[in-house]
């Protein structure tokens, strides 16, 4: 049973570009959430998509966009990519039915230069 | 902005001892709070979670005190191995319709020493 897989697991990219990362959550969840990893820090909470719409969004702005597919993987989008979003971007899933129980994935590796 | 903070932020147990994290939180509203263990080069993995209505949750080695009045809750690891050793992170979060997000503390680097 696969858990939480996440691709690319490392990249670099320059300030203004923009960058898409992908999530395919564990076998049988339906929910997917983004957190943003800085170093030496505690995640953040960026959005969570259900049913292929966001549910509910931290405090970050709207050059971070995602989607949901009907397979239930997941796309984050950052636009205008700024030095400050150097990080680990972490996507965990969970189901609708043990829907506080998330399960991680070991994250992209984003560094903006 | 809702917050848990978190301490100590580093950690050093001997082999066999009791490693204790502590968390506070400010929102009456968090209703799970969950902590998480993650190694380096890794994600977080869920270890045990409780909710306010407990005081206290065991899972192993792991136990989880919960105090609502003083809103604070700890992480006590028994026995602690070298294997233990790993960034720790106290999380809470609301419920309403689903789950909501979680806040995250700033973690807790724990080393146990053979």
């Known amino acids: 049973d696969a858990g939480v897989t996440q691709s690319p697991t490392h990249l670099i990219k320059t300030r203004g570009q923009q960058v898409t990362l992908r999530c395919s959550p564990k076998?049988?969840?339906?929910?997917v959430s983004w957190y943003q990893q800085a170093l030496g820090q505690g995640p953040q909470f960026i959005f969570q998509?259900?049913?292929?719409?966001?549910?509910q969004r931290g405090n970050f702005p709207d050059r971070f966009s995602g989607h949901q597919f009907p397979n239930y993987s997941s796309e984050l989008n950052v636009n205008a990519l700024l030095l400050g979003d150097s990080a680990l971007y972490l996507c965990?899933?969970?189901?609708?039915?043990?829907?506080?129980?998330?399960?991680f994935g070991e994250g992209s590796r984003l560094t903006v230069l | 902005q809702q917050q848990v903070k978190q301490s100590p932020q580093s950690l050093i147990v001997q082999k066999g001892g009791i490693s204790i994290i502590n968390c506070a939180y400010e929102?009456?509203?968090?209703?799970?709070f969950p902590w998480y263990q993650q190694f380096p080069g890794k994600g977080p993995a869920l270890l045990i979670a409780i909710r306010p209505d407990v005081s206290e949750k065991k899972e192993g080695r792991f136990t989880i005190s919960f105090n609502k009045s003083a809103k604070q809750f700890s992480l006590h690891i028994m026995d602690s191995q070298p294997g233990d050793s790993a960034t720790y992170f106290c999380?809470?979060?609301?419920?309403?319709?689903?789950?909501?997000?979680?806040?995250f503390g700033k973690g807790t680097h724990l080393i146990i020493q053979p």
């Open positions: 965990a899933s969970s189901s609708k039915y043990r829907n506080r129980e998330l399960f």
């Open positions: 076998s049988g969840h339906d929910t």
């Open positions: 998509y259900y049913e292929e719409e966001e549910r």
């Open positions: 929102n009456t509203a968090f209703d799970y």
């Open positions: 999380a809470a979060s609301m419920g309403g319709g689903g789950a909501d997000g979680l806040t």
